[in-house]
């Protein structure tokens, strides 16, 4: 069976496509002003570079926040079972699942078959999220992608004691005019995250193996923050960030 | 499953427009009652408020006026009001749109009536002290406080002593604010309604052990206003006698609250008085019934440390050991017990960031649920009158996750 996944998160739009458990390609794209524009394009991207034809889908399940805008839809299901569905795809030994994104993060419990247990959303703040990070980049005036091996070279992380985006922003501003070294800085942004989600994390309990996804789960210095945080390792799929796409047409072909 | 108008009429309680009615007298009494030459007592909503009925003094609750402002939406602008007058964003929203609605006397029914004197108990939080005090101060009106101690494990003998001796203190208090000698017969009769119409609350709110249930927490919301606002007059008795009555008939008519019930969840901490409805056919979307909740069960929890023949002792020892006035362990037993009880495959919990006592503690509650009883929870982050405070895609994601872990679990 041929099934799609489209997840709109905050940030980006993402879309996969599986058949009989095969992952055949997934994409991502900037989600935009247009959430319902999101879902519909990045899928045609993908469908395009596929060489495959929207009839050729047999099933879409959309996910994300902006999952009831994707009209063309199946189902709408939440990010948090498609995480859960797709960390267990991955890798079926999983058994918690950190996602990170845009503007959430959680933490999910994950039961041997796959179903998801337990979880825990940060509450209605930025903190610890992939939208706290665009904003410390922009304090740094540095490219978010050079976030991760920049802060592997500290070895005195900057101590960054606010929650709030916003005071976390300017105490940030005055650490570089402190003349602070930019990747102990950016190494300090990183802990401040991991710590944020490291409490969210224990409150569901934390399980071994325990797997990264989302956006966020590409930056390197945030995933060591982590693993020290917690005292674990964490794995890191090269799908990470379409982790919820691809939950969504594994779960597209159960329905 | 798509509801016809007639299924959806026929799940209407009738009740709801007497109990609009009683409430619409019952403010009308309280405004006017300058004019009648009764007195008006301010009330914490866990206060005694027996010893005032048997008085003839009508007892205001700003708490349940906070709830009007809530679920009438006035409840950001009163806030923001309260904070430009100096009061901090993280005091209870209650206080913060009382307070402002004193200020501008306005709000819905234009305000609550000047009270004569205030009583303030302090068995649901210390918030209530400093709320208290700032309008005595403002309407320049006596207050007493009746402190009642944290109750960890047990009511202990001091303890009793100390409040005992309190009730007596609060009793002259009323004596001096009225210039009358206090009835201790009529004390007794108030006391033995008191406790009926207690008892008819939990039986109402018991039907929902029926499966459908016939009513959800949010019609318990609702429902609420006279055990909280009129208990211990014969008019909550009747009442709740017919709406015992009118549940029972749903039950044997088979007529549920939501029209398919397959699920059935337990509600935890205040409503979210401004999105009652939302919630509610949010819930119902997905099959779930909310058929219990802690918070009006409050109401009713005392019940087992009453005595109709001892009232004043008893009293002073439910009024002790309100639900936000114990231990967390105890709170533990008493959502256990309701799990158990109503049958529910999963707890809802509001953590409220109005009311502390009622949110701290709440992750423990949730882990000893999860523990011992093994069904899936959920955590609705808001304020129950600051709509500010709300997010609808936030909460709506996490209703939806738990929903859909709840059906992977269940099927
Ligand atoms: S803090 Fe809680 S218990 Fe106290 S007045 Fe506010 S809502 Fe009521």
Redesign the interface.
């Known amino acids: 069976m041929i099934t799609a996944g489209i997840d709109i998160g905050s940030i980006t739009a993402k879309a996969a496509i599986l058949s009989d458990g095969r992952i055949l390609g997934s994409k991502v794209a900037f989600t935009g002003y247009n959430a319902r524009e999101a879902g519909r394009s990045v899928y045609e991207a993908l469908l395009r570079e596929l060489e495959m034809d929207a009839p050729t889908i047999e099933r879409i399940v959309s996910t994300g926040?902006g999952r009831n805008s994707v009209v063309f839809a199946d189902k709408a299901?939440?990010?948090?079972?498609c995480h859960g569905a797709g960390a267990y795809y991955l890798n079926p030994h999983v058994r918690t699942v950190i996602d990170v994104g845009g503007q959430?993060s959680k933490v999910l419990a994950v039961n041997p078959d796959g179903?998801?247990?337990?979880?825990?959303?940060n509450?209605?703040c930025a903190a610890g999220t992939g939208r706290f990070l665009e904003v410390m980049a922009r304090a740094m005036e540095s490219d978010l992608d050079d976030f991760g091996p920049l802060s592997l070279k500290s070895h005195n992380p900057s101590k960054i004691s606010s929650i709030c985006t916003v005071f976390a922003e300017s105490e940030v501003i005055s650490l570089i005019a402190k003349g602070e070294n930019r990747e102990d800085i950016i190494a300090g942004i990183h802990e401040s995250v991991a710590s944020r989600i490291s409490s969210m994390a224990r409150?569901v309990g934390v399980q071994e193996p325990v797997m990264m996804t989302g956006g966020v789960a590409r930056n390197i210095g945030v995933v060591r923050a982590l693993e020290r945080a917690l005292g674990v390792s964490i794995e890191v799929s090269r799908f990470a960030q379409v982790n919820g796409a691809i939950g969504a047409a594994v779960i597209a072909a159960k329905i | 499953m798509t509801e016809t108008d007639t299924d959806k009429k026929s799940r209407k309680m009738q009740s709801v427009g007497r109990m609009k009615e009683i409430m619409t007298g019952y403010y009308i009494d309280a405004k006017t009652a300058g004019q009648t030459g009764r007195k008006v007592a301010w009330i914490t909503s866990g206060g005694p408020v027996e010893p005032l009925i048997a008085m003839d003094i009508i007892p205001v609750y700003p708490e349940n006026y906070g709830a009007m402002i809530g679920a009438s939406k006035m409840g950001a602008d009163l806030c923001a009001r309260a904070e430009a007058m100096g009061y901090s964003s993280d005091l209870c929203s209650y206080a913060r749109a009382d307070i402002a609605s004193s200020l501008i006397d306005g709000g819905p029914i234009g305000g609550l009536p000047r009270p004569d004197m205030l009583v303030c108990c302090n068995n649901i939080c210390g918030t209530v002290l400093k709320w208290y005090e700032v309008q005595a101060r403002y309407y320049d009106a006596p207050l007493f406080i009746l402190d009642t101690p944290f109750c960890h494990t047990e009511y202990t003998d001091e303890a009793k002593k100390y409040v005992r001796r309190q009730i007596m203190e609060y009793i002259a208090f009323l004596e001096e604010a009225t210039k009358k000698k206090f009835d201790y017969d009529r004390m007794k009769e108030v006391g033995r309604i008191s406790i009926e119409g207690q008892r008819l609350w939990q039986a109402v709110l018991d039907t929902a052990i029926n499966r459908p249930s016939p009513m959800t927490c949010f019609d318990a919301f609702f429902h609420l206003a006279l055990i909280v606002t009129l208990r211990g007059t014969p008019v909550t008795v009747d009442y709740y006698r017919s709406l015992l009555a009118e549940m029972e008939q749903r039950v044997a008519d088979g007529i549920s609250a939501i029209p398919n019930e397959k699920y059935r969840l337990l509600w935890d901490n205040l409503p979210i008085w401004y999105r009652m409805r939302w919630l509610s056919e949010k819930f119902a979307a997905h099959d779930a019934c909310l058929v219990a909740d802690t918070y009006t069960t409050a109401w009713c929890m005392s019940l087992r440390y009453m005595d109709e023949n001892n009232f004043l002792d008893s009293m002073a020892e439910g009024y002790t050991k309100s639900y936000l006035n114990i231990g967390v362990d105890e709170m533990i037993k008493i959502v256990l017990e309701m799990v158990d009880k109503y049958d529910v495959d999963g707890f809802v919990m509001h953590s409220n960031r109005s009311c502390k006592p009622y949110s701290l503690g709440q992750y423990d509650i949730q882990r000893a649920v999860q523990r011992e009883r093994g069904i899936p929870s959920v955590t609705i982050e808001s304020h129950m009158v600051d709509e500010r405070s709300f997010s609808e895609s936030q909460t709506e994601t996490r209703i939806d996750a738990f929903m859909e872990m709840i059906g992977q679990k269940k099927g």
């Open positions: 926040y299901v939440t990010e948090i079972i959430d179903t998801v247990k337990d979880f825990a959303m509450d209605k409150r």
